[in-house]
């Protein structure tokens, strides 16, 4: 079955440094790949996806990028902001699948 | 547009009680997953199910847990004599296809005391 690995398990950074974080999947069959913000006590949030036929999407300050040869995606915040502090998790989700995999998530926390 | 509603937000079950969880997905939205998230850890597949089918259940623990999505009216995810181990957030998510635009609901969080 499909399994999504995400690493770092938590970012510390300074407000207005980037941000990155990595996520590799195992079935080349994936084609959906969407991340997610949670904040405290709330619901994950659909902040941006990727589909296989592209390779990088950018929304203001987020941006993903998908290597589908190596079958790694990354999610890239720049000039962070102590809103942006976060549980961000990855997930991937193949053609015929129907369920998104999730990453085991990573803890950003950006300091003022 | 209301988004996905989940309900109750909250809710405490002594060990042995029946717990409800209900979904309503978004409008337009014909897919129903339910995944668990236990605390400090990630999200778990647990069910997926369009009206009244249940397309796939390989997360759903074999015992005590059910899971419906009826013609008419929300998505219950059913928990049988509850154990203090069931103590989790549920969230329910809904898709317009099943393979792209999930969209998750704030959760419902099961304290079994």
């Known amino acids: 079955g499909e399994n999504v690995e995400q690493h770092p398990s938590t970012l510390s950074v300074q407000e207005g440094d980037s941000a990155v974080i990595k996520c590799t999947y195992s079935d080349s069959a994936s084609n959906y790949f969407p991340w997610y913000k949670q904040e405290l006590g709330k619901g994950p949030q659909l902040i941006i996806d990727i589909r296989s036929n592209v390779g990088e999407k950018k929304d203001q300050r987020i941006a993903v990028t998908l290597n589908k040869t190596a079958k790694h995606f990354s999610l890239h915040i720049t000039e962070t902001q102590p809103e942006d502090s976060a549980v961000y998790f990855c997930a991937a989700v193949m053609e015929y699948g129907n369920k998104l995999v999730f990453g085991a998530g990573t803890i950003l926390r950006v300091k003022s | 547009n209301a988004g996905v509603m989940q309900n109750p937000r909250h809710l405490v079950r002594r060990r042995g009680q029946e717990a409800r969880l209900r979904c309503s997905p978004m409008?337009?939205?014909?897919?129903v997953y339910w995944y668990r998230q236990l605390p400090e850890e990630g999200l778990k597949f647990m069910v997926y199910l369009q009206k009244e089918n249940i397309i796939d259940e390989s997360g759903m623990p074999k015992e005590r847990f059910s899971a419906e999505f009826p013609k008419e009216g929300p998505s219950i995810l059913r928990i049988q004599q509850v154990v203090r181990g069931d103590s989790a957030a549920y969230f329910c998510a809904s898709s317009p296809q099943g393979n792209y635009g999930y969209t998750f609901g704030s959760g419902t969080r099961l304290t079994v005391v």
């Open positions: 409008k337009g939205h014909s897919h």
